[in-house]
């Protein structure tokens, strides 16, 4: 497991010339809101990075993160990244099949019981879908 709780949430500021060492996994991010980072990753790859870039993590491991200048940064880890429309869609489809199977039992509980008393089902108990 990933130990990001330093930079969830909130912008983590680095003065000059200091060092952050952090475990990133593979897809996180680093993003640099003010001034210029330098950062080693753990297959030894060096990236600058200057206010308002951002580098993609393409090695699971330690990240040195060192400050050439006084900044604020931000390690956003894989897991927040936005829901494409898609993922989403599929993710309402997936909710409206575990929500509605119980009601579909209800109504099939509701039927045979209203058959057994001869009794229609009522409109209500209906499932539209």
Partial sequence: MTILHDFIEY???????????VNADLGDRI?????????TDAAGNDVL???GQSHRISHRGRVVIEAL???RLQLLPRRTARLTMSSMRCLLQQARRVIHRPGQ???AWWRRRSHHRGNAAPASAICPH
């Fill in 69 to 71: 200048s006084a900044a």
């Fill in 49 to 51: 990075l200057s206010a």
């Fill in 105 to 107: 039992q209800l109504i």
């Fill in 31 to 39: 993003h640099c809101h003010e001034g210029q980072l330098w950062i």
């Fill in 11 to 21: 912008e983590q500021e680095l003065a000059w010339h200091h060092l952050r060492s």
